[in-house]
T-cell receptor, first 110, second 112 residues
Framework: TQLLEQSPQFLSIQEGENLTVYCNSS?????LQWYRQEPGEGPVLLVT?????EVKKLKRLTFQFGDARKDSSLHITAAQPGDTGLYLC??????????FGDGTTLTVKP | NAGVTQTPKFQVLKTGQSMTLQCAQD?????MSWYRQDPGMGLRLIHY???????DQGEVPNGYNVSRSTTEDFPLRLLSAAPSQTSVYFC???????????FGDGTRLSIL
């Protein structure tokens, strides 16, 4: 079974601060996705990374896939209250299965 | 374009009852999956399908059955509901391996 560990589990910061969320595994994934989930809704895709060492930017969000494709990070610059939510990473394999981390609950206070 | 439609949105069952959670998609995606999400946790894979007629078990398959007779539909059956199955259930689809998943809005299930 492939496991993904996310840290921290909870994060509460002030508006304008920077933060990084980590997603780590001992397994190699063929792809990794980051999702954001709001209460009462399903997860919504933020980004997919597939190449070791890949860096993708989405406005104030920067995603990195580790060189060995076992870990990933999500960095948010100048966080805003609208960034509040549950952030989930998910690793995929070539058989079509995805493994999710337990998520990071982010609260950004105005 | 409806995407992924899950029904019902809410359901309360008594222990021992059976029911079927419905999932329908209109994107012609081959891959479909069922997950459960418990409070404060991520999603755990129950069953998944890589195409019509093909299903396989995920991490937590016990107590659940699935079938995939068409590309569009992937129902999840609870055979004899138990309080431990109280959770939010999400259906997801993807076009190909390593493509991102599209999620429904979930079914909130309570077993008394």
């Amino acid at each position: 079974t492939q496991l993904l560990e996310q840290s921290p589990q909870f994060l509460s910061i002030q508006e304008g601060e920077n933060l990084t969320v980590y997603c780590n595994s001992s397994s190699v994934f063929s792809s990794l996705q980051w999702y954001r989930q709001e209460p009462g809704e399903g997860p919504v895709l933020l980004v997919t990374v597939v190449t070791g060492g890949e860096v993708k930017k989405l406005k104030r969000l920067t995603f990195q896939f580790g060189d060995a494709r076992k870990d990933s990070s999500l960095h948010i610059t100048a966080a805003q209250p609208g960034d509040t939510g549950l952030y989930l990473c998910a690793g995929g394999n070539n058989a079509g299965k995805s493994t999710f981390g337990d998520g990071t609950t982010l609260t950004v206070k105005p | 374009n409806a995407g992924v439609t899950q029904t019902p949105k809410f359901q309360v069952l008594k222990t021992g009852q059976s029911m079927t959670l419905q999932c329908a998609q209109d994107m012609n995606h081959e891959y479909m999956s069922w997950y459960r999400q418990d409070p404060g946790m991520g999603l755990r894979l129950i069953h998944y399908s890589v195409g019509a007629g093909i299903t396989d078990q995920g991490e937590v398959p016990n107590g659940y059955n699935v079938s995939r007779s068409t590309t569009e539909d992937f129902p999840l059956r609870l055979l004899s509901a138990a309080p431990s199955q109280t959770s939010v259930y999400f259906c997801a689809t993807r076009d190909r391996v390593n493509q991102p998943q599209h999620f429904g809005d979930g079914t909130r299930l309570s077993i008394l």
